[in-house]
Structures are given as structure tokens and as C-alpha cells.
């Protein structure tokens, strides 16, 4: 199995995966072919970090499932090995993804310059509003 980042690894005992038959177009070879791979990946039961465990549980991606578990399918490829890797490398990246911590971010306050432009306008703004009424003989 292929290393997520150098500090860890996923273990192919912690992925199970399925091949189920694709959908969509490609006639006979869809009906009789199993070639699209459901991958599921239990998060809280993996070996994982803690903290990169949290990360995954609060993404808001609808591949997660109530109880932690990730699942992906692939079945782009007309080839089960082919969908196989793509379905681990998705995985990887996902991981991959939350292993970087965010960078906190720095409240800023904006320039007088900048206040002071909003400002103006609209005040100017206001003005051609205020011209749209009715016209006084």
C-alpha cells in the first residue's frame, strides 16, 4: 500500500474494498462485467492520527456516512484494476488533504482609506437615489 505522507500509512486490512457492476452506457460488457470498485474506509477505526481523524469527520462531503464511514466509487475506467488505483488514489488525496493543518487565519482591520472610500460611496450612492424622485414645478 502506498504511503498517505512520509509520517504514516494506510493499511490494506483498514480498506475494504468491492467491485460491483458500473452503470451507464457500454452495453453488453456493463451487464456482464463487474468492473466499478466501492471502496469503504471505517475512519474510527483506522490507525490514523487522531487529529486527522477529526479533520476527515468534519468535512462536509457526502461520500461520509453517519457512522465514519468513507465510501468511494469509481468506475470511470473500463477495467477494475484501473478503477481499483483510481479509488485508492482518491482516497489518499482526501487524506492527503486534511493531513496539512490550516493556516490560522489573522483578523485584519480594514485601511482609514479604504473606510473612508466605502463611505464616500455611498453617500454618492444615496444621492442618485435621491435624484430619482418626483421632479418638484
Do not use: C, Y
Request: aromatic share 2%; net charge positive.
Amino acid at each position: 500500500m502506498p504511503a498517505v505522507t512520509p509520517e504514516f500509512w494506510i493499511p490494506a486490512n483498514e480498506i475494504e474494498i468491492t467491485a460491483t457492476r458500473s452503470q451507464g452506457a457500454g452495453g453488453q460488457n456493463v451487464n456482464k462485467v463487474s468492473s466499478a470498485i466501492h471502496l469503504r474506509f471505517d475512519i474510527l477505526a483506522s490507525s490514523l492520527p487522531d487529529a486527522h481523524k477529526e479533520r476527515l469527520l468534519q468535512l462536509t462531503d457526502q461520500r461520509l456516512t453517519r457512522d465514519g464511514v468513507l465510501v468511494i466509487k469509481a468506475q470511470a475506467q473500463r477495467s477494475q484494476e484501473l478503477n481499483r488505483i483510481e479509488a485508492l488514489q482518491r482516497l489518499h488525496e482526501l487524506v492527503a488533504s486534511v493531513a496539512k493543518l490550516p493556516r490560522p487565519r489573522k483578523a485584519t482591520k480594514p485601511t482609514r482609506s479604504s473606510q473612508r472610500k466605502r463611505l464616500e460611496g455611498k453617500a454618492q450612492r444615496g444621492q442618485v437615489k435621491a435624484l430619482r424622485g418626483k421632479v418638484s414645478e
